[in-house]
């Protein structure tokens, strides 16, 4: 009994023992003063630490912004674009307009809002170091209102991309903008959603917009929000309010889909859209409690596609998707966000509901052309100088119609191209006499400006159908 009594005592003093020296040696590492101590050997930029490592040298407190907003003011840019407009022969006025962007490299890509430099050729970036560029439109995609910039430099400070699936609503972010051309100006304030539509890019556009009640105004849209680490987690791209100015509800591209976006831009000229080949409608409150039960959550597929992705893979209309690659999928936002994720020919394991039973099946992804091809639509200047968009012809169309050429996808309204009555759909195979295979060998022939004599043919007509034009007018 005595040994018994012994060893508990001496138990007891070890555990008191080791308490004491834990709390003497973990306190120092949150104490203030510690911090300033370290931050005299260490400049805090240096510091690339993660997870529980990071707060040993920073505060624990999860409202310090200050590390965060001095990557995002560093890392955001102004944009100014300033463009001549004509209205007759003699009188021509200035139409400028101003917003923000963001440096996500140091050799000098900026991504920022479509909407910001739309049909702009004078664009100028400025930094908040006060450096200023002269921007190039790489690309652009109207669909997700996303544009890629380009300036010369390769030394810029940039901001990382961060996994804006990760956040979490009532998670601080911080939005980093020029409002009201006011420089590198910081806001606080907390996700308040995930996947909203507010309907603002119309029925053609791609809407899964992170919803925040970070102060965001005019001036704001393309620049950042970013996450307490200063990673970048979506582009400010519009505001929902009565009066202009912020009410409270701002709305942001998640960075996931603009980092898809600008990676197809500069690898293909273009987004590589995926498409399934089927229709999906949210579940309403009335199917749930009718037919599925009130926990039930997905998106109702109403209608599928003969011989789309989808149908080849066994779905059927009424199945409910709740899954893509393990992401859950609670409405039609967050559907249409992860499919645009993806490009043509990736496989992806979709998980529904039927019958209310569990299936899953691994689906093919195709192209709007129901093929597993890239399309790179091509929007290069003198293309819309010209008035047209173009790709070239899939491996299908070829096969099937046993020639090469380059397809017209658009022609816009009163261009130049327009006013020789060519329509979308119009094969191009001989450009000044020289046969055309792609778009790159159309270009570099237009590029060279002058008389142009297109020949081709539609596929639904017989014959050959030439158009002339002056690049030099």
Same mark, same amino acid.
């Given at each position: 009994?005595?040994? /018994?009594?012994?060893?508990?005592?001496?138990?007891?003093?070890?555990?008191?023992?080791?308490?004491?020296?834990?709390?003497?040696?973990?306190?120092?590492?949150?104490?203030?003063?510690?911090?300033?101590?370290?931050?005299?050997?260490?400049?805090?930029?240096?510091?690339?630490?993660?997870?529980?490592?990071?707060?040993?040298?920073?505060?624990?407190?999860?409202?310090?912004?200050?590390?965060?907003?001095?990557?995002?003011?560093?890392?955001?840019?102004?944009?100014?674009?300033?463009?001549?407009?004509?209205?007759?022969?003699?009188?021509?006025?200035?139409?400028?307009?101003?917003?923000?962007?963001?440096?996500?490299?140091?050799?000098?890509?900026?991504?920022?809002?479509?909407?910001?430099?739309?049909?702009?050729?004078?664009?100028?970036?400025?930094?908040?170091?006060?450096?200023?560029?002269?921007?190039?439109?790489?690309?652009?995609? %109207?669909?997700?209102?996303?544009?890629?910039?380009?300036?010369?430099?390769?030394?810029?400070?940039?901001?990382?991309?961060?996994?804006?699936?990760?956040?979490?609503?009532?998670?601080?972010?911080?939005?980093?903008?020029?409002?009201?051309?006011?420089?590198?100006?910081?806001?606080?304030?907390?996700?308040?959603?995930?996947?909203?539509?507010?309907?603002?890019?119309?029925?053609?556009?791609?809407?899964?917009?992170?919803?925040?009640?970070?102060?965001?105004?005019?001036?704001?849209?393309?620049?950042?929000?970013?996450?307490?680490?200063?990673?970048?987690? *979506?582009?400010?791209?519009?505001?929902?309010?009565?009066?202009?100015?912020?009410?409270? =509800?701002?709305?942001?591209?998640?960075?996931?889909?603009?980092?898809?976006?600008?990676?197809?831009?500069?690898?293909?000229?273009?987004?590589?859209?995926?498409?399934?080949?089927?229709?999906? =409608?949210?579940?309403?409150?009335?199917?749930?409690?009718?037919?599925?039960?009130?926990?039930?959550? *997905?998106?109702?597929?109403?209608?599928?596609?003969?011989?789309?992705?989808?149908?080849?893979?066994?779905?059927?209309?009424?199945?409910?998707?709740? =899954?893509?690659?393990?992401?859950?999928?609670?409405?039609?936002?967050?559907?249409?966000?992860?499919?645009?994720?993806?490009?043509?020919?990736?496989?992806?394991?979709?998980?529904?509901?039927?019958?209310?039973?569990?299936?899953?099946? /691994?689906?093919?992804?195709?192209?709007?052309?129901?093929?597993?091809?890239?399309?790179?639509?091509?929007?290069?200047?003198?293309?819309?100088?010209?008035?047209?968009?173009?790709?070239?012809?899939?491996?299908?169309?070829?096969?099937?119609?046993?020639?090469?050429?380059?397809?017209?996808?658009?022609?816009?309204?009163?261009?130049?191209?327009?006013?020789?009555?060519?329509?979308?759909?119009?094969?191009?195979?001989?450009?000044? %006499?020289?046969?055309?295979? /792609?778009?790159?060998?159309?270009?570099?022939?237009?590029?060279?400006?002058?008389?142009?004599?297109?020949? *081709?043919?539609?596929?639904?007509?017989?014959?050959?159908?030439?158009?002339?034009?002056?690049?030099?007018?």
């Amino acid at each position: 009994m005595k040994n /018994t009594l012994y060893i508990l005592l001496v138990s007891c003093l070890v555990s008191l023992l080791s308490i004491v020296v834990y709390d003497h040696l973990s306190k120092p590492y949150h104490q203030p003063a510690n911090l300033d101590e370290f931050s005299r050997l260490v400049n805090n930029d240096q510091l690339n630490l993660e997870g529980s490592l990071r707060s040993l040298f920073t505060s624990s407190s999860p409202t310090d912004f200050t590390l965060a907003a001095n990557k995002g003011r560093k890392a955001t840019v102004a944009i100014s674009t300033f463009d001549q407009e004509h209205y007759n022969q003699s009188q021509r006025t200035m139409k400028s307009s101003h917003g923000s962007g963001v440096i996500i490299s140091s050799d000098g890509y900026v991504v920022t809002n479509y909407h910001v430099i739309k049909e702009s050729t004078n664009i100028k970036i400025t930094t908040d170091e006060q450096k200023q560029f002269s921007g190039r439109m790489v690309g652009y995609d %109207e669909f997700t209102d996303i544009a890629l910039l380009k300036v010369e430099d390769n030394q810029l400070p940039y901001m990382a991309i961060g996994n804006s699936d990760s956040i979490h609503v009532g998670e601080w972010v911080l939005a980093v903008g020029n409002p009201y051309n006011l420089q590198s100006s910081v806001t606080a304030g907390i996700v308040s959603a995930k996947a909203r539509d507010i309907n603002v890019l119309q029925t053609q556009g791609i809407e899964s917009f992170i919803q925040t009640d970070a102060a965001v105004n005019p001036g704001n849209s393309g620049g950042a929000l970013i996450n307490t680490n200063g990673e970048l987690v *979506g582009i400010n791209t519009a505001i929902m309010s009565e009066s202009g100015n912020s009410e409270g =509800f701002s709305f942001a591209i998640p960075s996931n889909l603009v980092q898809k976006v600008i990676f197809d831009i500069i690898e293909f000229g273009s987004v590589q859209r995926a498409w399934m080949g089927i229709r999906v =409608f949210n579940l309403s409150d009335l199917e749930r409690s009718r037919k599925l039960g009130e926990n039930t959550k *997905g998106v109702l597929i109403d209608v599928v596609e003969k011989e789309g992705a989808a149908a080849s893979a066994g779905l059927r209309k009424d199945d409910i998707i709740q =899954f893509i690659n393990g992401s859950a999928i609670l409405n039609k936002s967050q559907f249409t966000e992860q499919l645009a994720l993806y490009r043509p020919g990736d496989k992806i394991s979709v998980k529904f509901l039927r019958d209310n039973k569990e299936v899953r099946k /691994t689906v093919i992804l195709r192209n709007q052309l129901n093929t597993t091809d890239y399309i790179s639509i091509r929007k290069d200047p003198i293309l819309k100088k010209l008035g047209i968009e173009l790709r070239n012809l899939d491996t299908k169309e070829a096969r099937r119609m046993r020639k090469q050429g380059v397809y017209v996808v658009s022609v816009k309204k009163n261009g130049i191209l327009d006013r020789t009555n060519i329509d979308p759909g119009y094969i191009i195979t001989r450009c000044n %006499e020289t046969p055309v295979q /792609t778009v790159d060998e159309l270009v570099e022939i237009l590029n060279k400006k002058g008389k142009i004599y297109l020949e *081709g043919f539609y596929e639904n007509y017989p014959g050959e159908y030439p158009y002339i034009f002056d690049l030099n007018i």
